[in-house]
């Protein structure tokens, strides 16, 4: 991000899971980073991310705290979306319905088939990037207007619909924090155009928002 | 080249279990029930922790024949205890693709001198631990994830506090010292100086800690999450409540919103009576559990 691009808030869901990894990461690669329990939580948010975790504790957590309605309103906004791991199954057309793809559970195994590989992902330059597969699912099937982004094992593990991108391993376990910066980065811009076509130059709206 | 069962593999899962509940259960139904509640994961066991203290006895691993019916009944890990120093029942339990396993002091130790070396396995593991030391031990013996030993099966949630207290108590001590006081700090630990080290660099432990032992109601779990686990074990304090699908719902809650006081109140209504519980003055020094394994 150049100087004279807007912060990013971006939240990430911490109903359960790996959420506090994704919060450091996110904050080291320069956006303001918030836990999203309630959904005032998302309220001003420039881009959500969907951590890894168990996705039927997580989807009956977004239930029963009433986040469903207000992460659904974030992506008609067209605001970035995250998912990773347990992320990229709650965002699938079967739950969230955030993005057109089904995804296979634990489609590598149970915990003892679980394993790091190197994935090259499009979109993120400067080689593969080291994925953690922590009884990681697949993208099963793919609607028209998904793209898929990276394939491990003749399987899709990394999809993308508009602002939506899906992988199913888990770049807050590692050090290289390239897949944040990009998404702080999407976020950013995604911000940056959403104040420009409301006729306000990011400069004063994020003035603005300090103040509030 | 793919690499499987590194220790970010084995952490990596204990760190996706985190903010949730793990709940003991004995059978498929009760397994069943703690996926459709919430629990992230399930601790499959013969008998749960207060009737172990009830009927006495050796405590051994659970029948492989139950452990498959639970991990054909759930989608979430299953997770299962050996008894200390039982190599063979962790082998055992490696061998049916369990997700987890708990070296546990609620079974009847078999080694009294010696731990699992953990390394030697795929499997992740969890193991309890009383104080900082103790969790060091542990996870110099290859321990993925380190949960307080509490006193399981009482229903009470007092040598829960005490375990988690000693433990962030001694890791905030460690932060205070200079690098030329931790190699004494590492002796009077009993702990390998390279973890001491780690700890007091990072502020933490290298993998998540956990509460076990003593949780019987939300507000027990909310306790515990502020006072620093990232996560509960339940044994006894919901299959042996009035209302257990209910009663697991409201300490999933609590363990979310651990925070929100209104929340865990309004989770806390009408769900029947808690486990009974055990008052620890009444419970003689050999039926305390906590003080199997070193």
Same mark, same amino acid.
């Given at each position: 991000m150049g100087s004279a691009a807007v912060r990013p808030k971006i939240g990430v869901l911490a109903v359960q899971g790996g959420f506090a990894t994704h919060l450091a990461h996110l904050n080291s690669a320069g956006a303001a980073a918030v836990e999203v329990?309630?959904?005032?939580? %998302?309220?001003?948010? $420039?881009g959500l991310i969907l951590p890894g975790g168990e996705s039927t504790t997580i989807t009956m957590g977004i239930e029963a705290a009433g986040l469903e309605e207000g992460i659904r309103e974030h992506h008609r906004e067209g605001k970035p979306v995250l998912g990773t791991c347990a992320g990229m199954i709650v965002a699938d057309r079967d739950h %969230?319905?955030?993005? $057109?793809i089904t995804t296979r559970r634990n489609a590598f195994g149970r915990q003892l088939a679980s394993f790091e590989d190197e994935v090259e992902v499009e979109g993120i330059d400067g080689g593969p990037v080291h994925g953690v597969f922590i009884r990681a699912p697949w993208v099963e099937t793919v609607g028209p207007g998904v793209e898929v982004l990276a394939e491990l094992r003749g399987h899709p593990v990394a999809a993308r619909q508009g602002p939506v991108t899906v992988v199913s391993f888990h770049p807050e376990l590692t050090a290289d924090d390239r897949i944040h910066r990009w998404f702080a980065g999407s976020a950013s811009a995604a911000a940056g155009n959403r104040r420009a076509g409301e006729g306000e130059e990011p400069g004063e709206q994020a003035e603005r928002r300090q103040q509030d | 080249m793919a690499e499987e069962a590194t220790f970010r593999v084995k952490t990596g899962l204990a760190e996706m279990l985190k903010g949730g509940v793990i709940m003991d259960v004995v059978n498929a139904d009760e397994a069943k029930i703690a996926e459709d509640s919430g629990a992230c994961a399930v601790m499959a066991l013969e008998r749960v922790p207060s009737d172990i203290r009830r009927d006495g006895g050796v405590a051994r691993m659970s029948s492989p024949r139950m452990i498959k019916e639970i991990q054909a009944s759930v989608s979430i890990p299953v997770m299962a205890k050996v008894r200390i120093g039982h190599f063979a029942e962790a082998q055992v339990l490696e061998s049916l693709n369990i997700d987890f396993i708990d070296e546990s002091e609620v079974l009847t130790p078999a080694d009294e001198s010696n731990h699992i070396d953990?390394?030697?396995?795929k499997a992740p593991f969890v193991c309890g631990a009383t104080n900082l030391g103790e969790a060091l031990r542990r996870l110099g013996e290859g321990a993925a994830m380190i949960r307080s030993k509490g006193?399981?099966?009482?229903?009470?949630?007092v040598e829960a506090v005490r375990h988690m207290r000693e433990i962030t108590k001694g890791i905030r001590h460690l932060g205070t010292l200079s690098s030329t006081e931790l190699p004494t700090a590492a002796k009077e630990l009993g702990a390998p100086l390279e973890l001491v080290r780690d700890v007091a660099t990072r502020g933490w432990l290298p993998v998540p800690l956990f509460c076990a032992g003593g949780i019987a109601t939300p507000a027990d779990a909310a306790l515990m999450m502020q006072l620093g686990a990232e996560g509960n074990f339940v044994g006894s304090g919901i299959f042996k409540s009035d209302d257990p699908a209910r009663r697991a719902k409201a300490i999933v809650e609590a363990t979310t919103h651990f925070n929100d006081p209104e929340r865990i109140a309004a989770a806390s209504e009408d769900l029947g009576e808690a486990m009974p519980g055990i008052e620890?003055?009444?419970?003689g020094e050999e039926s305390r559990l906590a003080g199997r394994g070193w």
């Open positions: 329990r309630t959904p005032d939580d %998302l309220v001003g948010l $420039d %969230l319905g955030l993005i $057109d | 953990k390394f030697e396995f006193e399981a099966g009482t229903g009470n949630i620890m003055s009444t419970l």
